[in-house]
């Protein structure tokens, strides 16, 4: 158990549409980071918040974008959904040099 | 661009046998190696953390070493049992100031009682 959760758990949408993914961080953990896992492949890195800043980005288009709030949670935001943003998104907080993790929202587009 | 590259892709083994996971990197300049397990379609559980000055870390039966210089590091599980079958991945953390993980594919590990 890492203290840190998601949701939802699944979620099923078309192309073209907007999601919101939310996360819910361990108290006191001010960065968050968000990573996107294709079937078969390791997360990719898409980008972090610190105290409500983002401070790092990967390469993933404008399209997708974040909040985090003063209660250590977070939100993930993706416009113009496409097939191949179907994966699993993750996000981490950070205590240290040790990075946690939560179980993952499911995104599947159709 | 660090680069992560984990062998075998997947590995099958007998409960009990001991058995090494590799990984490797293509920037030594690392400021830590992180090792995380996965099961199928769930988030990641951190394993063992090595910082950059550190050459190894012990967990239980997990033991994780680090050779910055030559890019590699492995993970060592001891008397294996079918619970520890899962997706072993390892992950670089490139620089102090971000905290951006590059990870690599994992490995694929099924113990057979």
């Known amino acids: 158990e890492t203290g840190v959760t998601q949701s939802p758990t699944h979620l099923i949408k078309t192309r073209g549409q907007q999601v919101t993914l939310r996360c819910s961080s361990q108290?006191?953990?001010?960065?968050v980071s968000w990573y996107q896992q294709a079937l078969g492949q390791g997360p990719q890195f898409i980008f972090q918040y610190y105290r409500e800043e983002e401070n790092g980005r990967g390469n993933f288009p404008p399209r997708f974008s974040g909040l985090q709030f003063p209660n250590y949670s977070s939100e993930l935001n993706v416009n113009a959904l496409e097939l191949d943003d179907s994966a699993l998104y993750l996000c981490a907080s950070r205590d240290g040099g040790q990075q946690f993790f939560g179980p993952g929202t499911r995104l599947t587009v159709l | 661009k660090q680069e992560v590259t984990q062998i075998p892709a997947a590995l099958s083994v007998p409960e009990g046998e001991n058995l090494v996971l590799n990984c490797s990197f293509t920037?030594?300049?690392?400021?830590?190696l992180q090792w995380f397990r996965q099961d199928p379609g769930k988030g990641l559980t951190s394993l063992l953390l090595i910082q950059s000055s550190q050459r190894e870390q012990t967990s239980g039966r997990l033991n994780a070493s680090l050779d910055k210089s030559s890019g590699r590091s492995t993970l060592y599980i001891a008397a294996s049992q079918p619970g520890d079958s899962a997706t072993y991945l390892c992950?670089?953390?490139?620089?102090?100031?971000?905290?951006?993980?590059?990870f690599g594919k994992g490995t694929t590990l099924s113990v057979s009682s």
């Open positions: 920037d030594s300049a690392i400021y830590n």
């Open positions: 108290s006191g953990h001010n960065t």
């Open positions: 992950a670089v953390k490139a620089n102090q100031a971000g905290t951006a993980l590059i």
